[in-house]
């Protein structure tokens, strides 16, 4: 079967972000940028199956500026076959990258997508679940273990009490969560071949989804500042600070 | 305008959550909150959300098809009833974000995720770049979907009001997924996203059996015990510890950080405790910058003392 994974491009997650002066949102100009870690896991995950005799084609899939061809290409030298970037420089919103992916999807015919539960950048947390909705597909979000077999996918996923195993029927969308697997890097030849493998680039337009924003950012802040430093010297001290002036314990 | 509260329960009791969803809610649409229990035999549940003074009447949906909470079969429900509802709010918890995305794509609306202030009915803060900024958005939509942050607003009272309950009819069944089964982890502490006291540990553990002596803290402390993610992906501990950016999200009077560096992933998940206490043997290690108390140490040493201690002291 074929396998789509989508691969969003965000500030690397060992970038400390600087909100803009003008309170319109984040620097993102000279910052670090890479895939998703989400979708790092989900890129592994396809590639696993496919290595499982399970998927036989992976197809990722980026949204937004140019620059999202990189993130492709990093997806491409990990193992994934061809690559579709949907090219805007509207700022994308869930709700719109459900609406893309669901028609790449009616192109591509896939019968699994795997895609990152969040994007550390927006923490959304949404695209994954609209999808499925969209194209009237089951869920299986926040995955820590797939398996695939007759036409199904057994999927156990992490909640909040612990774990919980649901069965959904092929076609479907997967979200990974960070237990799913361990990515792998991409080795320097794979890094070259990768550069061989195709990319086709789409518009918005040319799927014909509208893709206005529905949320208006009216302002970017910092979050209040924690004074903290204090050291206590000893395991009394810490005691009695909690008591006496914290008033905690 | 009207809000309706998707409860959160598991067909015998509702969870403490919800009552932080109805909290948000009564910002924007207060007298004007009815509370949606849908699962199944959870006429309890429904009887106990009742009692919340703020709710105007509480629908009840009862049937096999809502069992687990699969958000294929729930999803539909909801947007049916939604037509009556100027905003529609579950918590973020991993249930609420699992169910509502699937509702707001059916209404064609934008989800606003995991809210931290209501500014105005349709302007809300929520947190971005794990708690990092915090973005004020504005919706558009005719109908707001919205995950609340439970730290961000605290509970209403669970007693005191008298609402009615109305059954309404379920819908069918979506027949796409199954539920197969569930590990949960039991405790008697407790629960983590609700604690008043929350004793984390981190790599710095080393092992799992080593969090006996985070378990002997808790217990004097009436804590309860978290992780960090590094220590959730050594395996010390399950899933469900980890707090932090993907994880659960506490802010308790008291939080505890033992053997933590302070990642800004898991600082996401705790930077809003009233207090932050951390214990670590690495004094240049992050988690101090933002601690009320530091104590650099050997954690093998400082957790045994500051159990007898508590004790001695209690």
């Known amino acids: 079967m074929k396998a789509l994974v989508a691969v969003k491009r965000v500030i690397d997650y060992n970038v400390k972000i600087r909100v803009k002066a003008d309170k319109t949102g984040v620097e993102t100009a000279n910052v670090k940028m890479s895939m998703n870690p989400f979708d790092e896991i989900a890129v592994e995950e396809a590639l696993r199956l496919r290595e499982a005799g399970i998927v036989s084609e992976i197809i990722a899939v980026s949204l937004g500026v140019a620059q999202c061809q990189e993130t492709i290409r990093t997806a491409l030298a990990m193992g994934a076959d061809r690559g579709v970037l949907v090219q805007t420089d509207v700022e994308l919103q869930p709700l719109a990258v459900a609406k893309l992916l669901k028609a790449v999807i009616l192109q591509e015919n896939p019968e699994l997508v795997i895609i990152g539960k969040q994007a550390i950048d927006d923490d959304c947390n949404q695209t994954g679940q609209m999808l499925s909705a969209l194209l009237g597909w089951p869920q299986a979000t926040f995955a820590s273990k797939v398996k695939i077999s007759d036409g199904h996918a057994e999927v156990t996923r992490e909640v909040d009490g612990g774990l919980e195993t649901v069965s959904i029927k092929l076609p479907a969308v997967i979200t990974t969560d960070l237990r799913l697997n361990e990515p792998r890097y991409a080795s320097l030849p794979n890094i070259m071949r990768a550069k061989k493998k195709p990319i086709v680039t789409t518009t918005p337009e040319a799927l014909g989804v509208d893709v206005t924003p529905r949320l208006t950012v009216v302002k970017v802040e910092e979050p209040p500042k924690r004074e903290g430093g204090r050291k206590v010297g000893s395991v009394a001290e810490l005691v009695d600070k909690l008591k006496t002036e914290a008033r905690v314990i | ?314």
């Open chain 2, 1 to 314: 305008m009207a809000a309706l509260v998707i409860a959160e329960h598991d067909n015998r009791a509702l969870k403490p959550a919800t009552l932080n969803a109805v909290a948000a809610a009564d910002e924007i649409a207060a007298g004007e909150i009815d509370i949606l229990v849908a699962g199944k035999d959870c006429r309890a549940v429904a009887e106990a959300a009742a009692k919340i003074p703020g709710a105007r009447k509480v629908l009840l949906a009862d049937d096999p098809a809502y069992d687990h909470g699969l958000a294929e079969n729930l999803a539909p429900l909801i947007v049916r009833l939604a037509a009556n509802y100027s905003h529609l709010l579950a918590t973020a918890t991993t249930s609420g974000k699992n169910l509502m995305p699937r509702v707001a794509a059916l209404l064609d609306v934008m989800q606003i995720s995991d809210i931290s202030a209501v500014v105005s009915p349709d302007t809300f803060v929520r947190p971005i770049y794990a708690g990092n900024a915090l973005a004020t958005v504005q919706s558009k939509d005719p109908v707001k979907v919205i995950t609340v942050r439970g730290t961000a607003f605290p509970p209403v009272e669970a007693e005191g009001g008298n609402a009615p309950v109305e059954p309404v009819a379920p819908t069918d069944a979506a027949g796409l997924s199954e539920f197969v089964g569930a590990e949960l982890s039991k405790s008697e502490r407790p629960e983590l996203t609700s604690a008043r006291i929350v004793i984390s540990g981190g790599r710095g553990m080393q092992s799992g059996d080593n969090f006996h002596l985070l378990e002997k803290v808790a217990d004097r402390l009436g804590a309860a015990v978290g992780a960090s993610r590094a220590a959730v992906d050594a395996g010390f501990v399950p899933n469900d510890y980890q707090v932090g950016q993907t994880g659960k999200i506490v802010a308790p009077e008291l939080y505890i950080a033992v053997g933590i560096s302070g990642a800004i992933q898991h600082l996401a998940g705790m930077k809003d405790s009233k207090v932050i206490v951390a214990i670590n043997k690495d004094e240049e290690a992050p988690i101090f910058q933002i601690a009320d108390y530091g104590l650099v140490g050997d954690l093998f040493k400082i957790l045994p003392e500051l159990a007898d201690e508590l004790e001695r002291r209690q």
